[in-house]
């Protein structure tokens, strides 16, 4: 659509003015860019569709600068160059023909600008001319920047279907109240419902949250009304059969209409049971590294038992061995202790991921 607008518009100002040479220039980001191009070959206006920044090709610098700050339009040719832009060193070693740029206006905003050229003569672009263009291209502009803006909502919504389509993540539309309008085949089967189930208005957020969870619930929908979106956050839903699954949820409340928002949902019932399986695993060495530390501890204080029981029998006869045994006693009794210490550390619980809460 946007491309047959460039053309009408550029065929158009051609005809119009008699002009042998066109150029539309569109605002994109913080450039301004050449979009197409009309010549006359022959008797007929060609239009090609271009991508480039714009130059001083047909327009010097300085004058562009002047129509787009301004917003007025510039009939342009040597005498124009040797009084309103003396000053541009530029214009005053190059000549110029007949040339009329006009600014693109939509809603007050500059969003382009259109240029022209007639090489065959000076001064052919007349004030009625002028008039019409401006009344041309300000309809122009604004239907182009529609055009731009509707092309663009497009795109991100075609974007956002992939993803919805993609089924990699559970998404739904959902009104703040409770009913369910919308969902992709991931959130379905997350709760184990069927399409027919959501057309037949059979889901509702509120009704699938367990009765715990509901108190926070209302809290983050006074917050969501309020900001706009949430923070994501865990809770529970219920299944068609009864069981519960737990979900990690996103939330943003759309402009218009207000009382609806979209939500992202990822099913975390797998990463819980790869936790709670690391936790078992865990579980399961520190009980196997607690019977050997308590059966070495055991060995190690009976030897030393031993060894003080060998030291008082030895102490009235041999003095010097009895302290001996004493001495290698406290030795074997300090590296049981550096060995229960090193156990003990093994046995401290490390860090899993973060346990639901109800209160967030």
Sequence with gaps: MQDTLIRTLLRA?????????????LSRGDELRIVAEATRHHGMIVVRLRSEAATESILPKS????VLQTRESVVFDNSAAQTTFAEDTDISRRKWSSILCLPLLSHAKVVG???????????????????????????AASALED????????????????LVDAN??????????GPILEANGAYLRMLGYERNDLVLGRLNWTELTPPEWRSADA?????????????PFEKEF????????????GVARFKEPRNQAIVFALDTSKRKRTDATALQSRTIEQTRTAQKLHDALLQNFQGMIFQFQAARNLMPRHPDDALRSLNEAIDEGEQALDQSRNAMRDLRPKPFAKRISRND
């Design 147 to 162: 055009s731009r803006l509707y092309s663009e909502l497009r795109e991100r919504e075609a974007k956002i279907r992939c």
């Design 63 to 66: 004058v562009l600068a002047y």
């Design 113 to 139: 600008a259109l240029c022209l050229e007639n090489h065959l003569a000076s001064r052919v672009f007349t004030p009625a001319q002028v008039r019409v263009l401006k009344l041309v291209a300000s309809l």
């Design 168 to 177: 990699i993540i559970g998404i739904s539309t959902v009104d703040i109240g």
């Design 219 to 231: 809290q983050r929908v006074k917050r969501v009304k309020r900001v706009g979106h949430l923070q």
């Design 13 to 25: 100002a051609l005809e119009e003015t008699g002009a042998q040479r066109a150029l539309l220039m």
């Design 238 to 249: 219920f299944r068609k059969d009864g069981t519960r699954v737990p979900v990690l949820l």
